[in-house]
Nanobody, 120 residues
């Protein structure tokens, strides 16, 4: 029901910052919960963060430790993931995905992903 395009990835040194964007196509973007996931080389995809489509509540995986912030601008049909204090283990392909209202899943529609590389 919605198409998502993730962007903003790139190469950054440890301790640096990146802001990822997830742009949605659809008339009801603000209704969707948008989750962020990542997949490191040779690893399974894992959950990172989510912002709800109801009241904009935000959720983070425990290991984020306050380094990441998810936000949304529904007028621009965009969700952001601001990442700081990046570590080499943050390297991977980051995906955004849409679910219905809440961050409980399932996430049915997925963007193509954007590569994040944290390296000296």
């Amino acid at each position: 029901e919605i198409q998502l395009v993730a962007s903003g990835g790139g190469m950054v040194q440890p301790g640096g910052s990146l802001r990822l964007s997830c742009v949605g196509s659809g008339r009801t973007f603000g209704d969707y919960a948008i989750g962020w996931f990542r997949q490191a080389p040779g690893k399974e995809r894992e959950y990172v963060s989510c912002i709800s489509g109801t009241d904009g509540s935000t959720y983070y995986e425990d290991w984020v430790k306050g380094r990441f912030t998810v936000s949304r601008d529904n007028a621009k049909s965009t969700v952001y993931l601001q990442m700081s204090s990046l570590k080499p283990e943050d390297t991977g392909v980051y995906y955004c995905a849409a679910g219905n209202y809440y961050c409980t899943g399932p996430f049915n529609d997925w963007g193509q992903g954007t590569q994040v590389t944290v390296s000296s």
